[in-house]
């Protein structure tokens, strides 16, 4: 199984970035995926998840109304859409899939290798 996430980089305050995540070697229609984050010296922090029919979505209280979770089940895609960044979401982003699991919350198998997110003031 292998998560590549991708989409990071460098953006002022108030821009927007797209995360990409492209997942093989899973049955990924039964998968529920999500995003998470860690910042320099603090702990990964769930950001957002994602139902297998894509019917349900979640999101931390930190991002909820400015980042957006969608996937592509023909694509076996993930997609963050990051709105109106500040400074605080600077992090490396991680895409992360449940094996045979639809709900987003709880623990989960695979992980991609994650990409950078800097924000500047």
């Known amino acids: 199984v292998q998560l590549q996430a991708s989409g990071g980089g460098l953006v002022q305050a108030g821009g927007s970035l797209r995360l990409s995540c492209a997942v093989s070697g899973l049955t990924f229609g039964n998968s529920a995926i999500a995003w998470f984050r860690q910042a320099p010296g603090k702990e990964r922090e769930f950001v957002a998840g994602?139902?297998?029919?894509?019917?349900?979505?979640f999101y931390a209280d930190s991002v909820k109304g400015r980042f957006t979770i969608s996937r592509d089940n023909t694509n076996y895609a993930v997609y963050l859409q990051m709105n109106s960044l500040n400074v605080e979401d600077t992090a490396v982003y991680y895409c992360?899939?449940?094996?045979?699991?639809?709900?987003?919350?709880?623990?989960?198998?695979?992980w991609g290798q994650g990409t950078q997110v800097t924000v500047s003031s």
């Open positions: 992360a899939a449940r094996r045979n699991s639809c709900f987003p919350r709880g623990q989960y198998d695979y």
């Open positions: 994602i139902t297998c029919s894509s019917g349900t979505t």
